[in-house]
């Protein structure tokens, strides 16, 4: 699991088989610190992230689909699994 | 999962048999500004992606999961068409 910032979203009609209906945001990977590293990747979101939020996320299918509990979701792989309130580090 | 942008198509006539009639498409990866980074990918296509499309494509196992016959070599497939991209300006 790694820890990211949402800094934006993607709007799309058109999904892939287990995508339908779900809010994608864009996610910036942070360093415990919070400053930016790397590059951005896109996650589904399953806790009501919102932009500017701080956010865990997990990218293995097994662990998304479990995430979001729906048949055929067996194609997402990339999802956000909680809010951070603080990182002690 | 990632954007990345429709950039061509590869034929292939002679592949595995679980690839038989799939559309495969040349995907260049970009970022959320929408800049190209690194090298374009095959990836398959199931929701009818055109050249110049903006997608987001999941790779691994997850990908060859969009297919029907689930048991396929393929680990990169685009899984949306991307209407709108909101970025939140930075502070």
């Known amino acids: 699991m790694i820890l990211g910032k949402v800094i934006g979203n993607i709007i799309s009609t058109e999904r892939a088989i287990g995508y339908g209906g779900r809010t994608i945001l864009i996610i910036q990977p942070i360093e415990p610190s919070g400053t930016f590293k790397g590059k951005t990747f896109l996650a589904v979101d399953t806790v009501q992230a919102g932009v500017g939020d701080?956010?865990?996320t997990v990218e293995e299918g097994g662990s998304a689909t479990?995430?979001?509990?729906?048949p055929d979701?067996?194609?997402?792989?990339?999802?956000?699994?909680?809010?951070?309130?603080?990182i002690y580090h | 999962m990632k954007l990345g942008k429709v950039i061509g198509r590869v034929v292939s006539s002679?592949?595995?048999?679980?690839?038989?009639?799939?559309?495969?498409?040349?995907v260049q990866p970009i970022d959320e500004k929408l800049n190209a980074y690194g090298e374009p990918i095959v990836t398959v296509d199931t929701i009818q992606s055109n050249t110049g499309q903006i997608i987001y494509y999941e790779t691994s196992k997850e990908?060859?999961?969009?297919l029907d016959k689930i048991m396929n070599p393929?680990?990169?497939?685009?899984?949306?068409?991307v209407d709108e991209i909101n970025l939140e300006t930075q502070s």
């Open chain 2, 14 to 26: 002679t592949k595995v048999e679980s690839f038989e009639g799939l559309k495969l498409l040349l």
């Open chain 1, 54 to 56: 701080t956010v865990i």
């Open chain 2, 63 to 66: 990908a060859s999961m969009v």
């Open chain 1, 73 to 86: 979701t067996h194609t997402v792989k990339t999802v956000i699994v909680g809010i951070v309130d603080h």
């Open chain 1, 66 to 70: 479990t995430a979001i509990k729906e």
């Open chain 2, 74 to 81: 393929c680990d990169a497939a685009i899984v949306g068409i």
